[in-house]
């Protein structure tokens, strides 16, 4: 099977400061992947890099053997919440349209049926009531689940998302989940910034060990063993999990 992502000899920085260095991967259809590592490994700056939202220094990076120019209607992201200007006076339905605007067009009304689909959206992730709802105004896991439907109602192949669990409760974390692990059920290609060793067993399949290269890649049941934590966390792994081989 071809991958439907391809990483060779990436690299990126921050000004003088190299954060990926020689990143290389390929990546499966109808994978649900966590990208793991220590604070500053270049978790969310890969996904940046991917999808030419931060320049790279060097490598190729194709999806379903397209680069991201071409490719970008069938990729789906959903950044941390900490770099959305929350206090944008709009509502959670305005929100998930956005997300519609590749059909729709930038200078076009939505029509009914685009509403249809983005309230269809809210609803799988229990914010159908919210639809008029101030986005500055919902909670911090009510914000994520609407922009996780803002990601579903593109109905994209490959959806990348940054720390999606950081900061949500219980309820949020489950619904979350249980929507990725559909995706993947459906053969879409899922990769997710991750924060919580503690449950990368239970909801990954794989795992991409990241500490500004990659230091361990593939199935979460081969790849997630404390010789290859050791390696990517060093002094600074705190977690001493009795599930991690």
């Given at each position: 099977m071809l991958p439907v992502i391809n990483v060779n000899n990436l690299s990126a920085a921050y000004r003088k400061n190299q954060v990926l260095q020689e990143v290389d991967f390929q990546v499966e259809a109808g994978t649900l992947t966590s990208i793991v590592g220590p604070n500053g490994a270049g978790k969310s700056t890969l996904i940046k890099v991917m999808l030419n939202l931060h320049p790279r220094l060097t490598g190729d990076v194709s999806f379903m053997e397209m680069p991201y120019s071409k490719a970008k209607k069938h990729i789906g992201y959903v950044p941390q919440r900490g770099s959305v200007d929350w206090?944008?006076?709009?509502?959670?339905?305005?929100?998930?349209?956005?997300?519609?605007?590749?059909?729709?067009?930038?200078?076009?009304?939505?029509?009914?049926?685009?509403?249809?689909?983005?309230?269809?959206?809210?609803?799988?992730?229990?914010?159908?009531?919210y639809s008029n709802r101030q986005i500055s105004q919902l909670s911090g896991g009510q914000q994520q689940r609407v922009f996780l439907a803002r990601a579903l109602v593109q109905d994209a192949d490959i959806y990348f998302l940054?720390?999606?669990?950081?900061?949500?409760?219980a309820a949020t974390e489950?619904?979350?989940?249980?929507?990725?692990?559909?995706?993947?059920?459906?053969?879409?290609?899922v990769m997710v910034v991750h924060h919580d060793?503690?449950?990368?067993?239970?909801?990954?399949?794989?795992?991409?060990?990241?500490?500004?290269?990659?230091?361990?890649?593939?199935?979460?049941?081969?790849?997630?063993?404390?010789?290859?934590?050791?390696?990517?966390?060093?002094?600074?792994?705190?977690?001493?999990?009795?599930?991690?081989?």
């Open positions: 206090d944008f006076p709009t509502n959670a339905l305005d929100v998930v349209l956005m997300g519609l605007y590749g059909t729709v067009g930038w200078f076009k009304w939505p029509q009914k049926k685009h509403r249809e689909l983005a309230m269809q959206a809210l609803s799988e992730m229990g914010m159908a009531d940054d720390e999606p669990l950081a900061g949500v409760d489950r619904v979350i989940m249980d929507t990725l692990q559909q995706l993947k059920s459906r053969g879409r290609t060793l503690q449950t990368v067993e239970d909801y990954f399949d794989h795992v991409l060990l990241l500490n500004r290269t990659v230091i361990a890649h593939g199935a979460t049941d081969k790849v997630f063993t404390n010789d290859h934590l050791y390696a990517t966390y060093g002094g600074t792994l705190r977690w001493m999990g009795e599930r991690v081989r």
